[in-house]
């Protein structure tokens, strides 16, 4: 299991703010501008599912347009990529995270990624499933362990059947 | 949450959505960095992808659910959060997760709760299931 690449995550309190909101969480812990003089949105610590977020600060991220790239969703027609396969690929089977301190605003996180295992397994609802695991290490900017996140991520056949 | 406070087989429950809304999958797209059309690209969704339409991020069910976790717990109290996801998530659904403690046990020498967490929609069907550690205050 060797490392396939970093990317550097810097945590801003702005961001958590829209992110707790974007979860339905008004807690004050994520923004409370009364929190003092030099921390003006007033976030202290960051929701549990917030690493997820290093996707902004991913230069390879996939599911974000980029400079000069087709993009798969509808603009004029349906997807912007003619003859796409009938899923966009992914979805999501499982995420766990593990912490050793949490995230606070001002953190600048490095976000270390390794492949995990890959299985398959045959599905009433979708065909043949193909397992990806993927870890990433979350370490601060004094080199230590914040979190692990570990993410199944799931290759169906075919969408998933809705009876 | 103090230790004194929970037992075993305590249950804890929160409505974490109701009538969930296109906007608030719009608001996680932005917020997360997913921008996977599939939760936000109606005409993509239907006519492109074989779905009937948008459908929530795993990683908002995740998120929204995880909000009963932290309220329980506070934040800078989570050691461990994970889930596996079940069933897809659509605009209107009412979600309510429930945290039933399974243990209660010292770890480094401080007290910890282990929570079982189970969500379902407004049919009953189950949209996340997993479990989450944290750290209780003495």
């Known amino acids: 299991m060797s490392d396939e690449k970093t990317v550097t995550f810097p945590v801003e309190g702005t961001h958590v703010m829209m992110f707790a909101r974007s979860i339905g969480d008004y807690n004050p812990a994520y923004h409370d501008p009364g929190q003092g003089e030099g921390n003006p949105v007033g976030a202290q610590v960051a929701p549990p599912t917030f690493?997820?977020?290093?996707?902004?600060?991913?230069?390879?991220?996939?599911?974000?347009?980029?400079?000069?790239?087709?993009?798969?969703?509808?603009?004029?027609?349906?997807?912007?990529?003619?003859?796409?396969?009938?899923?966009?690929?992914?979805?999501?089977?499982?995420?766990?995270?593990e912490y050793t301190r949490p995230v606070r605003p001002g953190d600048v996180l490095t976000a270390r990624y390794s492949q995990g295992e890959t299985w398959e397994k045959e599905s009433r609802r979708a065909g043949k499933l193909t397992f990806t695991e993927r870890l990433v290490d979350y370490y601060d900017q004094d080199g230590n362990h914040v979190c692990r996140a570990r993410g199944v991520g799931v290759r169906t056949e075919r969408p998933v059947d809705q009876g | 949450m103090k230790a004194s406070e929970i037992s075993v087989g305590q249950t804890f429950e929160k409505v974490v959505v109701e009538d969930?809304?296109?906007?608030?999958?719009?608001?996680?797209?932005?917020?997360?960095?997913?921008?996977?059309?599939?939760?936000?690209?109606?005409?993509?969704?239907?006519?492109?992808?074989?779905?009937?339409?948008?459908?929530?991020h795993g990683m908002l069910t995740m998120?929204?659910?995880?909000t009963l976790v932290t309220d329980l717990f506070g934040a800078e109290n989570v050691r461990k959060y994970g889930v596996r996801f079940?069933?897809?998530?659509?605009?209107?659904?009412?979600?309510?997760a429930t945290a039933t403690v399974q243990d209660i046990r010292d770890e480094d020498g401080r007290p910890v709760a282990e929570i079982g967490i189970e969500t379902v929609?407004?049919?009953?069907?189950?949209?996340?299931?997993?479990?989450?550690?944290?750290?209780l205050e003495d």
Not at chain 2, 26 to 47: I, R, W
Request: with cysteine; aromatic share 10%.
């Open chain 1, 51 to 97: 690493p997820q977020a290093v996707a902004q600060f991913d230069p390879e991220y996939p599911l974000r347009i980029k400079d000069g790239e087709a993009w798969f969703g509808s603009g004029g027609s349906p997807s912007g990529i003619e003859g796409k396969p009938a899923t966009s690929g992914g979805l999501h089977a499982e995420q766990h995270f």
């Open chain 2, 63 to 66: 998120g929204m659910t995880g």
């Open chain 2, 86 to 96: 079940t069933n897809q998530v659509w605009p209107g659904d009412t979600l309510t």
């Open chain 2, 20 to 56: 969930l809304k296109r906007t608030q999958l719009v608001m996680y797209s932005g917020a997360s960095g997913d921008y996977n059309p599939l939760h936000t690209d109606d005409l993509y969704c239907k006519e492109a992808a074989g779905y009937p339409g948008v459908f929530a």
């Open chain 2, 121 to 135: 929609n407004q049919d009953g069907k189950t949209v996340v299931l997993g479990s989450a550690t944290g750290l």
